[in-house]
């Protein structure tokens, strides 16, 4: 329950007014005036709202960070942290609170930059300052009005007085009898209410007569502070020290007291308004009190002591094993007070190793829940805090890099993994070269993401030199080896890697044999053995969900859906991690596909393009480019399908993945007319691609199956089973004179998409809406207008609506 606003009904009237009529309003006034509070009010009765505290954050992308956490939102790999604020607010009806933001350079600019940008949220700041932007609409908060000497004793001033003393215990007051003490109180408050509660419980304490006037917060609060018995002053200090909202439980640790005796402190506390209790039973300091209450416990053992406490908390929360966590776990909701806890460990020589032990093993629940960018901020911190033991300082630089590849992009983990092999530079030869095999297993895969083939299989054959002694680590590297070869096309290969792999698995190595299970599956499908294809990710997915290995089960279903066409598990796609989420969106895709629906098909596709470019995701970006195409065949536009056959075919080659290549070329061909020396030609090298390798095409909508002879190949295009430089420019230059010219004006550099796109910023409409329209995701829409940006040499949504009205 909301703590009473008395005396604010006006105030709270012309904050609602303002908000009906402006999208940002920033309260403001001086310290210990009440904004929070009376923001507090206005959040509670706005539809929808969001609170970020801003004490604390000292830059604007610290507070932006803030903002996405308390939305619940994400940043992509290579995405802004702005931009996704921007299209995460968009066309939200909600109030986004920003408590305390005072002093953040460049703040102002980025706030009306939202506005502007971003439609229907609205805006409360609290501040003691203004931003001084166009969008900002301000309002002063005034101390409350005291009577004049002339005037009766009443008025909201005395309605908050004796209300906080009756809450604080007090007995009723004589206002009579003490009306020269309370005005001289009164006066020396000068109408702030924070300085008003505080008189009021110490009125309730001690007395009115034995209450000194106190001209300042910080003489209020000590004054209060001074009413405290031992426990309870020393309970204040370390919350003070602790700096964050705190559990029952984590307060329990932080005073060395039992749970029942922390209610009693915290309770005691909150009675005499020293510390607020948030909406889901923690507790907080307000920015004046928790200043007092850092100098109170200033070189005194408190500041040690708090810490310890804090650190009790977090090794008596997370797992005892490294590898053991789950999702659930209540310690997750106090991410913050771990984080805290840890940096405090290992900013400490004698304690830097229970920091680096505390760390690794937090990081299984983590990782479990999907908190990867949590996981990773907090091993970055312990790694540069010092070198650790160098067995765990492995291991965890290792996890910091599979959470940055995942959250940042697939190549951001390169840096830690680099990290990790420092820590094992300390270690004896044969725990060295294991370390090192399971790093270069995690570089396996990485480069595997990034459809970088020919570095992993370089990564995985060293893992398979130096892990030899690790029954563990050559399985999964062999698993990671067999991804490489069904990507490269050498499904020989791939087969007797599989028959290894799922060979009789130890208990803890099942996940590795139902993720090879899920490859063959995948081989099957390429060599058009559907039934084999069905049963084998049938069986994955049964066993995978048997064992709650949640990812390999999703993977093995988006598997048997691509094979029988019927649908699967159901997913939210915003929850999954990067790499998941991209080839469950290509998944998604094929089906609308199939459904009849082109453009919504040709939307997701590009989604999952711009997501898997970002993310460094290079197989999964071939796919997509293939899936545009198709989509764009589908709708009856060859003209523009042609280039992104061409694009999907090159990066195919690169990557390499040769059949995929086949597809751009099954692509390429029907397109062109049927019978003709192209199309022959075209058919001719997929086929030449997929012979060997026992693989057939596939009919898919928009491009029916391709019949050619490899006779048809035109020599030298197809070497060794690739498609050689001569192919790719053979097949170019068969396609390009079906293409038309385009229309001579400033945009005829854009794509057909970027043009559809900037044809909808002109007419005024936001990213959200423009994606709506185009049933793409707002990140798409923002990654063409860079694109737009960049090719027209502009960099303002007004500047290309200008454009665009002078070339109308």
């Known amino acids: 329950m909301l703590t009473p606003c008395v005396g604010r009904d006006e105030a709270l009237d012309r904050l609602r007014l303002l908000l009906s009529g402006h999208r940002w309003v920033t309260l403001t006034g001086a310290p210990g005036c009440g904004k929070t509070l009376v923001a507090r009010h206005a959040a509670a009765s706005a539809t929808s709202s969001a609170w970020v505290t801003g004490h604390g954050h000292s830059t604007r992308e610290s507070l932006v960070t803030a903002c996405l956490d308390a939305l619940g939102a994400e940043v992509a790999p290579g995405d802004s942290p702005v931009a996704a604020l921007k299209r995460e607010l968009d066309g939200r009806e909600l109030l986004l609170v920003l408590d305390g933001v005072d002093s953040i350079d460049g703040l102002g600019e980025v706030l009306d930059d939202l506005v502007d940008e971003a439609a229907a949220f609205q805006l409360l700041c609290t501040a003691t300052t203004v931003a001084g932007r166009p969008h900002e609409q301000v309002l002063r908060l005034q101390p409350l009005p005291l009577p004049a000497a002339s005037e009766p004793l009443e008025g909201v001033a005395v309605e908050l007085l004796l209300s906080r003393v009756a809450s604080a215990g007090g ?242 983990g390169l840096r830690l993994l680099h990290r990790a092999e420092q820590h094992a530079a300390a270690l004896d030869p044969g725990r060295r070269d294991l370390e090192l095999a399971r790093n270069a297993a995690i570089r396996a895969e990485m480069h595997l993401d990034a459809g970088n083939l020919a570095e992993a299989r370089a990564d995985a054959e060293r893992t398979l030199r130096l892990g030899r002694h690790d029954p563990y680590v050559m399985r999964q590297v062999r698993r990671t080896l067999m991804d490489v070869c069904v990507s490269s096309g050498e499904l020989d290969e791939a087969e007797d890697l599989g028959a290894v792999v799922v060979d009789a698995p130890p208990a803890d190595e099942m996940w590795i044999a139902l993720s090879a299970r899920t490859l063959q599956a995948e081989i099957a499908w390429e060599r058009g053995q559907l039934v084999e294809a069905e049963s084998l990710a049938v069986f994955a997915r049964a066993q995978a969900q048997e064992l709650h290995e949640d990812r390999i089960a999703l993977l093995a279903d988006t598997v048997l859906r691509r094979v029988t066409g019927r649908p699967g598990l159901p997913v939210e796609p915003e929850t999954l991690p990067w790499a998941v989420r991209v080839v469950v969106q290509l998944q998604e895709a094929r089906e609308l596909l199939a459904a009849g629906e082109a453009s919504r098909a040709a939307g997701r596709a590009a989604d999952a393009v711009v997501l898997a470019d970002s993310s460094r995701l290079g197989r999964d970006g071939v796919h997509g480019r293939l899936l545009v195409a198709d989509a764009l065949m589908a709708l009856g536009d060859p003209t523009q399908a042609r280039p992104s056959y061409l694009s999907a075919m090159r990066r195919a080659v690169e990557v390499p993945m040769p059949l995929r290549a086949a597809d751009a070329l099954d692509g390429l061909a029907v397109g062109s007319e049927p019978g003709s020396a192209a199309y022959r030609q075209l058919a001719g090298a997929a086929a030449a691609l997929r012979s060997p390798r026992r693989a057939v095409g596939h009919a898919r909508p928009g491009v029916p199956e391709v019949v050619g002879s490899a006779r048809e190949c035109p020599p030298g295009w197809v070497v060794g089973g690739r498609l050689t430089p001569a192919g790719v420019a053979g097949a170019g230059t068969l396609v390009a004179g079906t293409t038309e010219p385009g229309v001579p004006s400033p945009l005829a550099v854009l794509t057909r998409a970027e043009r559809a796109v900037a044809e909808l910023v002109s007419e005024g409409l936001t990213s959200r809406q423009i994606a709506e329209q185009l049933f793409v995701s707002p990140r798409t829409v923002d990654a063409h207008l860079s694109h737009i940006f960049r090719k027209l040499e502009i960099s303002s949504r007004a500047k290309l609506a200008a454009l665009m009205a002078e070339v109308a």
């Open 171 to 412: 007995h009723i007051l004589d206002v009579v009898q003490h009306e020269r003490t309370l005005r001289r109180l009164l006066r020396a408050s000068g109408g702030l209410p924070s300085l008003i509660e505080q008189l009021a419980v110490q009125i309730a304490l001690i007395g009115v007569t034995d209450v000194t006037p106190a001209g300042t917060m910080a003489e209020a609060v000590r004054g209060s502070y001074d009413l405290l018995d031992e426990d309870q002053q020393r309970c204040f200090r370390r919350l003070a020290v602790v700096g964050r909202p705190v559990s029952l439980d984590v307060l329990a640790d932080v005073c060395e007291v039992a749970r029942p005796q922390a209610v009693q402190l915290a309770s005691a506390l909150a009675r005499r308004s020293l510390v607020e209790v948030h909406p889901d039973g923690r507790f907080d300091m307000l920015p004046p009190l928790r200043e007092v209450g850092r100098s109170l416990a200033a070189g005194t053992p408190d500041e040690a002591e708090a810490m310890a406490g804090l650190l009790r908390w977090a090794d008596r929360s997370v797992p005892a094993e490294y590898n053991t966590g789950a999702a659930d776990a209540p310690w997750l909701a106090e991410i913050p007070l771990l984080d805290a806890a840890v940096r405090h460990a290992v900013a400490r020589d004698d304690t830097r190793d229970h920091g680096y032990e505390l760390a690794n093993r937090a990081f299984s629940s983590l990782y479990t829940a999907m908190r990867a960018r949590e996981a990773v901020e907090l091993l970055e911190a312990v790694l540069d805090s010092g070198d650790g033991p160098p067995v765990v300082g492995s291991q965890l630089a290792r996890r910091a890099g599979i959470c940055a590849s995942e959250v940042r992009g697939t190549y951001e």
